[in-house]
């Protein structure tokens, strides 16, 4: 460290105000500066680490290259606030807020009901802002753009995006593109009427109303920055931190000395990749060099046999550079620009494409990098800097390699990057495959060039780089040497298969896994480029073969796609009075707050006087003894006041199988073993760092469910249903299919911060607690050739992880479930929750109905595969019919399920898109088409009736306002704003007179978990209870007084002193389950869908595209059409994220890799399907539920297997073509990984395999 002595001021604007900072700890960054030193909550804390987006604020800075005023969206999680010197910060505060005016991006986001939880809207907020203080009309293209670094869990994007659109050029384009009819326009299109014309919505806002975008009231860049930045004071700026110096020169010269002095400092640009090593890999620097000052490093230069890009240019003014310079030149001379935007559009999220800089990219040599391959093959050069001249080395695989001999010397800097010109008979193409299309790390990429003799198609230069199979990018140098002078035909095709595949060598243990997957994505790749050039060649002589019509299908990325669709919902009852809520689509309670930031999340509540933080010391092993624990290092630090154990537990230390804190014995990585109490967060998480803890191993160590069956270890008992006869039939049927299904397991992955604020109060021991709460399957299908299921026996394990918890509520559910939308009458379900060495598992949306109906109708479509036919005639032939009994005897009429089925059927044109899908295939052999339409019958609620009891509490006050409590929590899913409307309509008052106080125990007590999609049912009959009985009291008071008004009557109540207070109760649906009679009445209702999605596949990288999805929901009388619309939507993505890109990864020590956005891929915006239809089935009731609506809270979400089922479609019409065996083995996730290797092919064939014997896996499947 340097010797300390006093920083400079650091100076920036936030919002407008000046800060000026003496004491910046240079280790901070702009988030925590913003959360904690400034109170502005509104930007959130989650991922920590740029992945998410929810942190995302606007930095406006004076560019002194252009000398214009840039605005870019930042993750300021990542921006070190150092950086920030001389800058302008707009966080959501800064943008509007409720009380004084709201920004129409916060308007629209709200009202467009684009927020749920909440969590991510500020930051969705400040990226679309960032666009329009850019572009105030943006294409639909750079709106999609802007919002592909911000994830949202809740929504399924669809709102937001509809919200941001209305600023947007096309925004009154019909959405039906093409089709010359306007998708509003229910009529002769529309094949099914959904009932009579006037009935049918499909608006759930009004744009009219919204205010229009005024660029002028737009905050403006302080003059006093602006004089800065054109009078730059050229002095250097410091800024000491306990551990970290900052030192920032104002020239080159002086950042040139500083790296001579300081030669293991290294240059801080974006920080996205020094920031994460610092955070998240403990790598300390103690001197930190910024050179954003130095305007040398921004230079662009245009020469005539190429490009210089400045090293400090960010990877998005990169973007412009090359769009620009390829828009300036013949094609010929763009091939490597053209790559490297390819890549550039899709690398990260627009936020850290802003902050990333090329010199950072390039020097970080990470293995993944998306531009060092193309830089590499297209020869550039890097221009390097120091106190003693400048030098020029090649971009190639030694110094990618970092290679000594190839390298830069600690005090060079890199100050530009040379990309050369590509000339005629040259090509330069990229390749990427990641998890899905947007903000992925690529699994595998490629750079390739090839340079022919002119007029010839021999090879005088070639070059081919891969990035993901190895520490470094890769070049296949000796490969391309041994290919010079050969043609560009099938012959050298082959020959470079085998030795790229022998030089680029991946060993089975390599970190990252999918060894074959990339084996096979390094000759898949080649393909592509092969048949690109040809298709170059042919244009430039006509003499070169032509590739048949069937084979140019596997020259197309799937492009990103703009969503479109319609939502249609049953309008009210014209009569209804038009103060009355119910069954309109009314915004989100806490919409605009969250759109402003203004909504106090858990995290967000301001500190206490003396509050302390903790952090946890988590267990390393999987299944070990506990020998010491050492904590004297850690009571050393500063700061830090104690270290709890086990032993400190005055009372219980949680339940016998399930400790608090380990004792003796831990039982999976990541158990919680002790905790450290320090002043700050920061102490708290270093002093657990220095706790010393010795195990010794202990076996065995059972981590998949294959141990766990071997071990007979099993959390609880064996649950199962058996109806008819199954052996008996099994030896009657036609035929028998055999197989297994593997569902992956699943990441709440809430955006939410998880936080916990315990203030003790003084007197009573009381607490005030604040907190953010809330599988291989054996399977036998007997089957007669008329299609009919006769048997069907299934046996179901679950990874349950070390303790219980929740798991065999999930088997019961699950069991419960299976049959779905199907009458067989022999039956055989089991189900068992495995006890492993893993953290434990619990329930998530939908209870294992998710996964369990995956298995049933895994079984269909094995079925239909037998039999040579689609699965949906299966599907039918196999649907319950009439009135019946379910598997525990429950009475069940399927006329709903049935309706659902046939709308979903005919508004999705299903049977005319099979024959054009199966047209599409037969012209197109690199790409195949898949479609699928699934049935659901969803069971809502509790097999208990306890757990169906709901209470409320509701105050009215002397000015008429009305105070509602109920037992519900608000998870985002908008309990409070139907409370709100049952109260309205009950009270017969408009909803503004009513308020909602947050669900507290003092208040409410004994409340139900808010789950099973009953919620707001339930709360909803506790609340119109309460209502009733207030309403019955002042029933005299309005009689006699008819004309009076509400106030009117509240008042002479009181003065009458009639309590205005009241309880409402509801007691519960009925329901049980007998579980040794295998007999009950589980489920008080159900939710009937059908859900039908097309995709596309690319079977030589795996990657799919979502062509449209229709989801026919039945929600009886939706209780807000908005909310329950969002439900399914949001609920839906979340499964077709569970069927595609989620995936847990574990090592084969238990050890969970897939911890962060960056390993765990949640659905994007880009993966929304291009057409997206939702329908609220109109005209059903049921008597039972408040207002006859239904709860939709899950359902949805095992819809999103219809994407599976379509891409298996599309696999297994691959496989049918190739005559590969269909055999009955269902993997989900559906990942790039697993559908490339399903489509069999030459080159999939051709890769080296290793025997499973000879090396440890990097990872283990562990269901
Ligand atoms: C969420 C996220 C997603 C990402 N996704 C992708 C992706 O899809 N594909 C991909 O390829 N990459 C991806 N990245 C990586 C990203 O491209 C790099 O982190 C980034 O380009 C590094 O640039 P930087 O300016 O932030 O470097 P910094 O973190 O500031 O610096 C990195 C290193 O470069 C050195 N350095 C910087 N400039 C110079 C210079 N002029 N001379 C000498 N040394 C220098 C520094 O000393 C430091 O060691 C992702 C990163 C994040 C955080
Ligand atoms: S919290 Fe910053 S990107 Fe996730
Ligand atoms: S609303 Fe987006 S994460 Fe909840």
Same mark, same amino acid.
């Given at each position: 460290m340097l010797c300390a002595s006093r920083s400079d001021e650091l100076v920036f604007f936030v919002n407008g105000r000046k800060v000026i900072e003496r004491n910046v700890d240079p280790e901070g960054t702009l988030l925590t500066f913003l959360r904690k030193n400034l109170r502005l909550t509104g930007t959130k804390y989650a991922c920590g680490r740029g992945g998410c987006g929810a942190c995302t604020v606007m930095v406006s800075k004076h560019d002194s290259v252009s000398k214009k005023i840039r605005h870019f969206s930042v993750t300021a999680c990542l921006m070190p606030i150092c950086s920030l010197y001389g800058s302008a910060v707009t966080t959501v505060e800064g943008v509007g807020s409720i009380k004084t005016r709201l920004h129409p991006v916060q308007e629209r986001i709200a009202k467009s009901h684009g927020t749920q939880c909440g969590f991510c809207t500020p930051g969705m907020v400040m990226s679309m802002y960032t666009l329009l203080r850019n572009h105030p009309q943006p294409s639909e293209e750079q709106l999609m753009e802007a919002l592909g670094g911000n994830l949202c869990r809740c929504t399924g994007y669809r709102p937001i995006f509809e919200s941001g659109r209305t600023f947007c050029m096309e925004a009154n384009s019909c959405q039906q593109k093409g089709t010359g009819k306007c998708c509003l326009d229910w009529g002769e299109n529309d094949s099914s009427p959904l009932g009579k014309k006037n009935e049918i919505c499909t608006k759930l806002f009004a744009k009219e109303e919204f205010q229009p975008l005024d660029p002028t009231q737009e905050l403006i860049f302080p003059p006093e920055l602006l004089r800065m930045a054109e009078n730059p004071e050229k002095q250097m700026l410091t800024f000491y931190g306990e551990r970290v110096t900052w030192i920032s020169p104002g020239t080159l010269k002086d950042l040139l000395e500083l790296k001579a002095k300081h030669p293991k400092a290294p240059l801080v640009l974006g920080n996205t990749s020094l920031g994460p090593g610092m955070k998240s890999q403990g790598h300390f620097h103690p001197v930190l060099l910024s050179p954003a000052r130095i305007s040398e490093l921004s230079m662009v230069t245009k020469t005539s046999d190429g490009l210089t890009i400045g090293a400090g240019c960010s990877l998005a003014q990169m973007q412009v550079i090359l769009a620009e310079r390829i828009s300036e030149l013949p094609e010929e001379k763009t091939q490597t620009y053209r790559a490297l935007l390819k890549h550039l559009r899709s690398l990260a999220g627009q936020q850290i494409r802003n902050m990333a800089s090329l010199g950072g990219h390039v020097m970080s040599r990470h293995c993944y990098s998306d531009l060092s391959p193309i830089l590499a093959v297209g020869n550039s050069t890097l221009n390097l800097i120091s106190a003693e001249g400048t030098r020029q080395i090649p971009l190639n695989e030694h110094f990618l390699a970092g290679l000594a001999s190839a390298d830069i010397e600690p005090e060079e800097i890199l100050e530009s990057v040379h990309i050369p010109h590509s000339q005629k008979w040259e090509f330069v193409s990229a390749f990427r495959q990641a998890q899905c299309q947007q903000n992925a790390l690529p699994h595998v990429n490629a750079g390739?060039?090839?340079?022919? %003799?002119? $007029?010839?198609?021999?090879?005088?230069?070639?070059?081919?780089?891969?990035?993901?199979?190895?520490?470094?990018?890769?070049?296949?140098? +000796?490969s391309c040497q041994q290919l010079l002078g050969r043609r560009w035909n099938e012959l050298m095709l082959d020959e470079a298969c085998r030795l790229l595949l022998d030089e680029v060598s991946l060993p089975g243990s390599a970190p990252g896994g999918r060894v074959e997957f990339k084996r096979t994505l390094v000759v898949s790749f080649l393909f592509k480029f092969y048949l690109e050039v040809l298709q170059e060649l042919k244009k430039l002589d006509r003499r070169y073969s032509e590739i048949s019509e069937r084979f140019l299908s596997a020259l197309e990325d799937f492009p990103v796609t703009i969503p479109q669709g319609v939502q249609t919902y049953q309008s009210v009852d014209p009569h209804q009075p038009l103060q009355d809520p119910v069954g309109r689509p009314i915004m989100h309670l806490s919409g605009l707050k969250h759109a402003t930031g203004e909504a106090i999340f858990c995290d967000d509540i301001p500190m206490v006087d003396k509050e302390l933080f903790m952090a946890l #010391?988590?267990?390393? +092993?999987?299944?070990? %003894? @506990? +020998?010491?624990?050492?904590?004297? %290092?850690?009571l050393e630090l500063p700061g830090v006041i104690d270290v709890i154990t086990a032993e400190d537990i005055p009372g219980i230390n949680g339940a016998e199988n399930d400790k608090l804190l380990a004792v003796d014995e831990v039982i999976c990585v990541g158990q919680i073993i002790c905790a450290v109490v320090a002043e700050t967060d920061v102490q708290a998480k270093r002093a657990t760092e220095k706790i010393k803890i010795t195990y010794e191993d202990l076996e065995p160590v059972i981590l998949t469910i294959k141990d766990a069956i071997n071990h007979n270890s099993f959390l609880c008992p064996e649950k199962k249903l058996e109806q008819g006869n199954v052996e008996e039939a099994f030896e009657k049927v036609d035929q028998i299919v055999e197989g297994e299904v593997h569902v992956g397991g699943q990441e709440h992955f809430y955006m939410e911060t998880q936080r916990v604020l315990v203030i003790p109060k003084t007197e009573d021991k009381e607490l005030d607690i604040y907190v953010s709460t809330q599988d291989p399957a054996h399977v036998q299908v007997g089957f007669m050739n008329n299609r009919r299921i006769k048997a069907l026996d299934i046996e179901c394990f679950i990874n349950g992880g070390c303790t219980l918890d929740d798991s065999e509520l999930v088997t019961e559910f699950l069991i419960l479930k299976l049959e779905n939308a199907y009458k067989i009458r022999n039956l055989?379900?089991?189900?068992?929750?495995? #006890?492993?060495?893993?953290?434990?598992?619990?329930?998530? +949306?939908?209870? $294992?109905?998710?996964?369990?109906?995956?298995?049933?109708?895994?079984? @269909?479509?094995?079925?239909?595969?037998?039999?040579?036919l689609p699965p949906e005639k299966i599907r039918e032939k196999n649907m319950y019919k009439a009135v019946d009994k379910t598997i525990y005897n429950q009475a069940f009429n399927p006329e709903t399920l049935i309706r659902c089925w046939n709308e979903c059927l005919d508004k999705s044109s299903f049977h005319s898109r099979r024959m054009q899908a199966e047209e599409f295939n037969k012209k197109n052999y690199w790409k195949k088409k898949g479609i699928a339409i699934i049935p659901m019958k969803f069971s809502v609620g509790f097999a208990a009736t306890s757990y169906h009891q709901a209470a409320a509490l509701v105050h009215i006050y002397t000015d008429g306002s009305v105070l509602v409590t109920h037992g519900g929590s608000e998870l985002g899913q908008g309990i409070h704003t139907k409370m709100l409307q049952v109260a309205s309509r009950e009270l017969k008052i408009p909803m503004s007179y009513i308020h909602i106080c947050e669900t507290s125990t003092a208040t409410v007590p004994n409340t139900i978990a808010t789950a099973a999609s009953i919620g707001a049912d339930v709360n909803g009959r506790a609340v119109q209870d309460a209502c009733q009985i207030l309403l019955k009291r002042l029933e005299p008071i309005i009689k006699k007084h008819p004309e009076g008004t509400w106030e009117d009557w509240v008042e002479a109540a009181f003065e009458q002193r009639i309590s205005l207070s009241a309880t409402g109760y509801f007691r519960g649906y009925k329901a049980f389950m007998d579980w040794e009679k295998g007999v009950g009445d589980p489920f008080p209702y159900y939710v009937y869908g059908a859900a039908c999605s097309e995709v596309e596949i690319d079977c030589l990288t795996g990657a799919h595209k979502k062509i449209r999805t229709d989801i026919i929901m039945?929600?009886?009388?939706?209780?807000?059409p908005a909310i329950d619309i969002g439900q399914i939507e949001g609920s839906f993505i979340q499964g077709m994220g569970l069927y595609t890109t989620e995936e847990l990864k574990y090592s084969p020590e238990g050890v969970l890799y897939s911890r962060s956005p960056d390993e765990y891929k949640i659905p994007t915006i880009t993966d929304v399907p291009e057409e997206f239809n939702v329908s609220l089935m109109p005209s059903s009731y049921t008597p039972l539920t408040i207002y006859s609506s239904?709860?939709?809270?899950?359902?949805?979400?095992?819809?999103?297997?219809?994407?599976?089922?379509a891409i298996a479609d599309a696999v297994a019409t691959v496989r049918r073509e190739r005559g590969i065996a269909e055999d009955f083995m269902v993997q989900s996730p559906a990942t790039p990984e697993w559908v490339r290797m399903a489509c069999a092919d030459r080159f999939t064939e051709m890769i080296p395999r290793d025997d499973p014997k000879t090396f440890k896996p990097w990872s283990i499947p562990i269901a």
């Open positions: 390739m060039r090839v340079l022919f %003799k002119g $007029g010839t198609d021999s090879i005088e230069d070639l070059h081919i780089a891969y990035g993901g199979v190895g520490p470094a990018t890769i070049s296949a140098h +000796r #010391m988590t267990s390393s +092993r999987a299944h070990a %003894k @506990i +020998r010491s624990i050492d904590v004297s %290092k850690a055989r379900f089991q189900g068992c929750a495995c #006890m492993t060495n893993l953290p434990s598992n619990t329930a998530f +949306r939908g209870f $294992g109905f998710p996964q369990g109906a995956l298995v049933t109708e895994s079984c @269909i479509t094995a079925v239909a595969a037998k039999c040579g039945d929600a009886c009388c939706s209780l807000n239904k709860g939709l809270g899950e359902s949805g979400m095992f819809l999103g297997s219809s994407v599976f089922f």
